[in-house]
């Protein structure tokens, strides 16, 4: 979601004459998009404003300005220019429309501007010259905000409470991006399955149990190559989302569903409104489609209150599951939110020594398939020029595996059968078949 927003931003800045540089120390303004989730994220915030700070002061031209975007901004707000007075402006999760004006503020000598207000309206993303990350793969944003608020989770204080975009909106939107020959779109929002747009404008020519399973059958009616969500939230998973996928073979096999823990007692706690009983019944329906979909999840290690007991019952979920991959994290207590106040009793040393063990596991899980991929043949979009080798090309299987195979740049953007003959640190390597 930060990707996307960090791409959103360029564009605008662009449509209002802007150039984008990457290299910090030719630029006249530095623009910072921020993250909350954890702890860590939010002072490497501060270290870049150090890093920055540093370097501008060999500067013998006049200083870039500083913009802090995001998260972090629409939390701390006007308190950042105390921590660091070098901080220009600071604008909001729904603010960041406005990054121009902050800019020309800044310009014209206005110090410590802060935005944190609402979006003037639902941002046009099918401006000309979008700028994205990549010519071949885009984000659209379906859903913004949550509403769920688990107990760990600072994101419902950061991005504010859900919003669905019109279905007749996102298609358009996905058509415009197959004409200018986008291979991929990731449908993106903190939880896609909990799309519920106020009307069902664009969905009613599309049988479906949910809006949101009506919405994969409208995009994957536009013909884009390859459809992708994430990130699915437990809850809300009907298994119509799995016909969907049985029926369309440009909706990808691949499933993100963050379990965060498999104990009954710590899913309560962090009021995730799911049991491990319907978990597991929505992964046995994932496991039985014939399309052999990869599933992945996020788990939380060290919540308020667990014990080695629903530690070994995550564990124990894991081995069941054999995820394909996982995102998992040492719990990180987040001011302002319930578990904040509960008692943080998992020390460290334990926190580290259960990160361990299940990292262990999932990495045994891991090795059997990515054993399975030898000497299989795969579609592979090709994406980029490998950064380590200039004569191999990087780019994903349809089920958001990483392949790099032997090939020029005249392949970018073509998807292309690769044979599978090695594998290497959570990449596959192969040959065009
Ligand atoms: N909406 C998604 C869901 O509910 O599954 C997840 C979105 S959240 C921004 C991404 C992941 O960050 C979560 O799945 C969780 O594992 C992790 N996370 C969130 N808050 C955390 C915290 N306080 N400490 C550690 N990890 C956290
Ligand atoms: Fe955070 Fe829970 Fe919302 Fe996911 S569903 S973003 S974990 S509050």
């Known amino acids: 979601m930060n990707v996307s927003d960090s791409e959103r931003v360029a564009t605008l800045l662009v449509a209002d004459g802007f150039e984008i540089t990457r290299n910090e120390s030719a630029a006249d303004v530095v623009l910072l998009n921020t993250c909350s989730v954890r702890e860590k994220a939010e002072h490497k915030l501060f270290t870049r404003v150090g890093q920055i700070n540093k370097s501008a002061a060999d500067r013998t031209e006049k200083k870039p300005v500083l913009g802090i975007l995001g998260c972090v901004a629409q939390l701390e707000g006007e308190t950042l220019f105390g921590k660091s007075p070098a901080i220009d402006f600071v604008l909001g999760t729904k603010a960041v429309g406005r990054v121009s004006q902050a800019i020309d503020n800044a310009f014209a000598g206005e110090k410590y501007y802060t935005d944190l207000g609402e979006r003037d309206e639902i941002y046009d993303w099918t401006v000309a010259e979008a700028q994205r990350n990549s010519p071949y793969i885009a984000f659209v944003p379906i859903i913004e905000g949550c509403n769920k608020f688990c107990t760990y989770c600072i994101v419902p204080f950061s991005r504010g409470r859900e919003k669905s975009l019109p279905a007749s909106e996102i298609v358009r939107h996905l058509l415009k991006l197959r004409g200018e020959g986008v291979k991929e779109v990731h449908l993106i929002g903190q939880n896609v399955n909990s799309y519920r747009p106020k009307t069902d404008d664009g969905l009613e020519a599309f049988r479906g149990a949910t809006q949101f399973s009506r919405l994969l059958r409208a995009v994957a009616a536009t ?196 044979k599978i003959l090695e594998s290497k640190a959570n990449t596959l390597y192969g040959k065009i078949s």
Not at 309 to 322: H, M, N, R, S, V
């Open 223 to 418: 013909g884009i190559e390859r459809i992708k969500f994430t990130t699915s939230f437990p809850r809300d998973f009907h298994p119509d989302i799995v016909e969907a996928i049985n029926e369309h073979e440009n909706l990808c096999n691949w499933v993100h569903l963050p379990v965060q823990s498999g104990s009954n007692r710590i899913l309560k706690l962090m009021r995730r409104g799911h049991t491990i009983e319907n978990y597991l019944e929505r992964i046995d329906k994932i496991k039985n489609s014939p399309r052999c979909i990869s599933l992945t999840t996020d788990i939380i290690v060290g919540f308020p209150g667990e014990t080695e007991g629903d530690f070994q019952a995550t564990l124990d979920l894991a081995e069941y599951c054999k995820f394909n991959f996982a995102y998992y994290f040492k719990y990180s207590p987040r001011p302002g939110t319930p578990a904040f106040e509960m008692s943080d009793n998992v020390s460290s040393e334990e926190k580290t020594e259960r990160f361990l063990r299940l990292d262990k596991l999932i990495r045994s899980h891991q090795q059997p398939v990515f054993r399975n991929y030898l000497n299989k043949t795969v579609d592979v979009l090709a994406e980029k020029v490998s950064e380590k080798n200039p004569n191999q090309i990087s780019g994903h299987t349809t089920c958001q595996m990483v392949v790099n195979f032997e090939g020029a740049a005249d392949l970018l953007g073509k998807i292309i059968k690769v």
